[in-house]
């Protein structure tokens, strides 16, 4: 029970930060017409991505070997999913584009 | 410090940057433009993470490992836009996925090293992300396979009962590192292992669920990792990463839910209906 409170206190303000975001996912997405479901989707999931960040606080400051490949390697996979991600929506949409010409 | 005050307002924009470009994208014309601020939010706190950021002891990254990532990020953009351009247009939605593998598998081997870095003390939020993250990757590996038909599905009624065990298990094995009092030789054991049941459980998590039902499901393992994510930064108490995570968790989320009514289903359904595309009569 102590660690519970101790932990609530201490992460006081990322606990604010994640619910006020939760309330914000669910206002921003409201009522996507179904074409964008999908390029929506992709948008989404470059953003989760985010984790680059901690893949270059990981490699910024890695010591050991097992810090340096598991680090290179999580950083690599979160560049995959950050490029990769934001390329394949901008096509998703591009072709969105010239079918509604 | 001037330079951490910098860093920390600089993952607020860049949080704004991603609510404005989520916002965009969900109207059609200005999707395109709505892309291009979330990207643009997701550079701006890398670039500023690479100069400004500080470990605990206050010393910046160093100068050789600034290359390194440098030439890691570099490497990674290269091979993530060529796969991205070459995919053809129908094959799309498994690229998607497997884009969202590979986030997943990231979420996952930062919250593992950050376990390492100090296993006397296990938190609840790191086994979360490296749970999560675990789950995101090997489900999201199906759903590419079975997309692009190298993965076939298995129909079995008792699946549905098998995820359960696996979920139960999963919860009684973080609560076990957490409170079960065992010593760090122990808890790293069972952290792997952790790992691995959780591995396995996104592998019969998305086995039983039928190809057509695929979108659906992949957005929902989107949900996951940006969760997985927002854990992750956690652990670093960094803004940017939480915020980003937790967004894009609560607005995957809300599109996977739009995606089954757009198909005239409940997620229920399709989670544990393990049909695809076939008659509703079955569940």
């Given at each position: 029970?102590?660690?519970?409170l101790?932990?609530?206190?201490?992460?006081k303000?990322?606990?604010?930060?994640?619910?006020?975001?939760?309330?914000?996912g669910f206002?921003?997405?409201?009522?996507?017409?179904?074409v964008?479901?999908?390029?929506?989707?992709?948008?989404?999931?470059a953003?989760?991505?985010?984790?680059?960040?901690?893949?270059?606080?990981?490699?910024?400051?890695a010591?050991?070997?097992?810090?340096?490949?598991?680090?290179s390697?999580?950083l690599?996979?979160a560049?995959?999913n950050?490029a990769?991600?934001f390329v394949?929506?901008?096509?998703?949409?591009?072709?969105?584009k010239?079918?509604?010409? | 410090?001037?330079?951490?005050?910098?860093?920390e307002?600089?993952y607020?924009?860049?949080?704004?940057m991603?609510?404005?470009?989520?916002k965009?994208q969900?109207?059609?014309e200005?999707?395109?433009?709505?892309?291009?601020?979330?990207?643009?939010?997701?550079?701006l706190?890398?670039?500023?993470?690479?100069?400004?950021n500080?470990n605990?002891?206050?010393?910046a990254?160093?100068m050789g490992?600034?290359?390194?990532?440098?030439?890691?990020?570099?490497a990674?953009?290269?091979?993530?836009?060529?796969?991205?351009?070459?995919?053809?247009?129908?094959?799309?939605?498994q690229?998607v996925?497997?884009?969202?593998?590979?986030?997943?598998?990231?979420?996952?081997?930062?919250a593992?090293?950050e376990?390492?870095?100090?296993?006397d003390?296990?938190?609840?939020?790191?086994?979360?992300g490296?749970?999560?993250?675990?789950?995101?990757?090997?489900?999201?590996?199906?759903?590419?396979?079975?997309l692009?038909?190298?993965?076939?599905?298995i129909f079995?009624?008792?699946m549905?009962?098998?995820?359960?065990l696996?979920?139960?298990v999963?919860?009684?094995?973080?609560l076990?590192?957490?409170?079960?009092?065992?010593?760090a030789?122990t808890?790293?054991?069972?952290?792997?292992?952790l790992l691995?049941?959780?591995?396995?459980?996104?592998?019969?998590?998305?086995?039983?669920?039928?190809?057509?039902?695929?979108?659906?499901?992949?957005?929902?393992?989107?949900?996951?990792?940006?969760?997985?994510?927002?854990?992750?930064?956690?652990i670093?108490q960094?803004?940017?990463?939480?915020?980003?995570?937790?967004?894009v968790?609560?607005?995957?989320?809300?599109?996977t839910?739009?995606?089954c009514?757009?198909m005239?289903?409940?997620?229920?359904?399709?989670?544990?209906?393990s049909?695809?595309?076939g008659g509703?009569?079955?569940?």
């Amino acid at each position: 029970m102590e660690n519970v409170l101790t932990f609530l206190t201490a992460n006081k303000d990322a606990i604010f930060i994640i619910v006020l975001s939760v309330f914000l996912g669910f206002e921003v997405i409201s009522n996507v017409p179904s074409v964008l479901h999908t390029p929506l989707m992709s948008g989404a999931n470059a953003i989760s991505g985010v984790i680059i960040i901690g893949g270059i606080i990981l490699v910024g400051h890695a010591s050991t070997t097992f810090e340096w490949v598991l680090g290179s390697l999580a950083l690599f996979m979160a560049t995959l999913n950050v490029a990769g991600g934001f390329v394949v929506t901008d096509r998703m949409l591009e072709m969105f584009k010239k079918k509604k010409k | 410090m001037p330079g951490q005050v910098v860093l920390e307002y600089s993952y607020l924009l860049s949080a704004i940057m991603f609510v404005i470009g989520l916002k965009l994208q969900s109207h059609p014309e200005t999707a395109r433009k709505g892309n291009f601020w979330a990207a643009s939010g997701m550079i701006l706190p890398m670039i500023t993470t690479l100069i400004l950021n500080r470990n605990g002891a206050g010393e910046a990254i160093g100068m050789g490992n600034v290359i390194a990532i440098l030439l890691i990020i570099a490497a990674g953009t290269v091979v993530g836009s060529i796969m991205a351009r070459k995919v053809k247009m129908t094959a799309m939605p498994q690229m998607v996925s497997f884009f969202n593998a590979t986030g997943g598998a990231a979420s996952a081997a930062v919250a593992l090293i950050e376990y390492t870095k100090n296993p006397d003390q296990a938190v609840l939020v790191g086994l979360l992300g490296l749970v999560v993250g675990s789950i995101a990757f090997s489900g999201s590996m199906i759903a590419y396979g079975k997309l692009d038909g190298k993965v076939g599905d298995i129909f079995a009624k008792f699946m549905t009962y098998v995820n359960l065990l696996f979920m139960a298990v999963i919860v009684a094995v973080i609560l076990l590192v957490l409170f079960g009092g065992f010593d760090a030789q122990t808890r790293t054991y069972l952290v792997f292992g952790l790992l691995v049941i959780s591995l396995v459980y996104g592998v019969s998590f998305v086995m039983p669920i039928g190809g057509a039902d695929m979108p659906v499901v992949i957005s929902l393992l989107n949900s996951l990792t940006g969760i997985a994510a927002a854990m992750a930064g956690f652990i670093y108490q960094n803004e940017a990463m939480i915020l980003g995570g937790i967004l894009v968790g609560a607005a995957g989320t809300i599109l996977t839910l739009q995606m089954c009514k757009a198909m005239n289903r409940s997620l229920i359904n399709v989670i544990i209906g393990s049909f695809g595309g076939g008659g509703a009569s079955h569940a």
